[in-house]
């Protein structure tokens, strides 16, 4: 028998034997978009060509009295017995009664799964840490402190870099190790692992990054796609509790008979900034961000108040007392090098433009007046219990330092601005008066100056 011509027309209404010679000859009709060449080995095997001359095998058959279609592949990239045999194997899922589309959305969905878990189960630490600042923040606040969150960078820091004080390179943070970490393997025993080999260089930078790293786990527990993969308990375990050093509550304050020396020490610090940020602390039990971060335009030396971002408020106004007025009032507003003035009260020229740490400073006054042991928070317990002895209701002194209403001795009665004036006078009159100073009260504050930062 003759082989047909190449350009033989294919009579589409019966089956075929398929043959690469028969599909290349195969062509769609003129008006049609598309059309089917049936083989006559496989029932339900068809050679698809298009218009525009594609050619593709699929399947077709009836489930449920439905018409159902499903493309195998390419002619070229497929052959025909493979186009056969996935025929054969559509038609066995078809006779019982299973839509070949619906199985292989079910084995596309497995895979994906399996897939996520596999990333899951590789996700690490790292992966997720800064996502954890940048949207984390702790219990009960809108937004990380900004020194908190510095030191949670800190904490997690690979070292290495450049000291910005004294020569070498830093050290990696204690947290650092466990950013390489799967996440799925943070358990009890890897945390006490971890735990005690950093305790090895500091037991309580140790204790503070665990405490810092539980609030990681609080945070993945929180979050629907990383819950299954942590144990928001891990850090909590009774071994690696037990492991942890007291933590002695700091009862630092300066006795009656300190405040002059240390008065004198902090009065004569060469750093005049620092020497005002100081005492500014003592005579308002304020926290020493919440003194730092104080801007020009917070201080109202007409209506004497100060307004001081707030640790439990967004901010609190509390009276300027006539002392700390004509302190604030010498300070110098410091010129910027691009002609600006400082907005902040205790400028500084590093980074961040203000005052950021006076520990040294506050060292030397210490030296200078035979004082140790006390720390800069210290001087906010120092003004609580100072006001206690000079008369001033506990609930009056709490308002001012900020402490939350349920921790007031008298039970909370909000005063207004000029209803805690008297009560703050008289303390900085009591602070005054065991320092030493003497001071007229009526005095106009002194005249701002302005010098070069």
């Known amino acids: 028998m003759a082989r047909p011509k190449k350009d033989a027309s294919i009579d589409l209404s019966v089956t075929h034997e398929l043959s690469a010679g028969l599909i290349e000859r195969l062509t769609c009709p003129a008006g049609l978009r598309k059309a089917f060449l049936r083989d006559k080995e496989v029932a339900g095997l068809r050679v698809r060509v298009t218009a525009n001359g594609a050619k593709s095998f699929v399947y077709e058959a009836k489930l449920r009295g439905q018409a159902i279609s499903w493309t195998i592949g390419p002619v070229g990239v497929v052959s025909i017995r493979d186009a056969q045999g996935e025929a054969l194997r559509l038609a066995a899922l078809v006779n019982k009664g299973e839509d070949p589309r619906d199985v292989e959305k079910a084995k596309e969905a497995d895979k994906a799964t399996k897939l996520a878990k596999t990333a899951a189960q590789a996700m690490t630490v790292g992966d997720l840490w800064p996502t954890y600042l940048a949207e984390g923040k702790p219990k009960r606040r809108d937004e990380w402190k900004p020194r908190y969150l510095v030191d949670l960078q800190n904490m997690a820091s690979a070292g290495g870099e450049k000291k910005k004080r004294g020569a070498g390179l830093t050290r990696p943070g204690p947290l650092s190790p466990l950013l390489a970490l799967p996440l799925v393997s943070i358990n009890e025993d890897t945390l006490k692992a971890w735990h005690d080999k950093e305790a090895r260089t500091s037991k309580h930078q140790a204790a503070r990054a665990l405490m810092m790293f539980r609030g990681f786990l609080r945070w993945c527990a929180s979050k629907p796609e990383h819950r299954g993969l942590v144990d928001a308990d891990a850090g909590k375990a009774p071994a690696l509790l037990e492991s942890l050093p007291s933590m002695k509550r700091r009862t630092d304050a300066l006795e009656a008979a300190q405040v002059a020396g240390w008065w004198s020490g902090v009065e004569q610090l060469g750093n005049r900034t620092a020497s005002v940020y100081l005492r500014a602390l003592l005579l308002t039990g304020a926290r020493r961000e919440e003194m730092a971060a104080l801007k020009w335009a917070d201080v109202d030396f007409r209506w004497r108040k100060l307004t001081i971002a ?80 000079a008369g001033a209701p506990a609930g009056a002194i709490a308002q001012v330092m900020g402490h939350k209403p349920s921790a007031t001795a008298e039970g909370y009665r909000p005063r207004s601005v000029d209803a805690l004036r008297p ?20 005095a106009e504050p002194g005249k701002l100056q302005l010098v070069a930062g």
Not at 326 to 346: M, Y
Not at 423 to 442: N, R, S, T
């Open 423 to 442: 009560f703050l006078a008289q303390i900085e009159a009591h602070v005054l008066a065991l320092a030493g100073v003497q001071f007229d009260a009526k």
């Open 310 to 389: 707030d640790k439990v408020d967004a901010t609190r106004t509390i009276p300027l007392t006539p002392y700390l007025a004509q302190l604030l009032a010498t300070l110098p507003h410091v010129k910027l090098a691009d002609g600006t003035r400082s907005h902040f009260v205790f400028a500084s020229v590093s980074k961040t433009g203000r005052i950021a740490d006076t520990r040294n400073s506050h060292g030397k006054a210490l030296q200078s007046a035979g004082i140790e042991g006390l720390t800069i928070h210290g001087l906010r317990r120092s003004f609580s219990l100072l006001g206690e002895a």
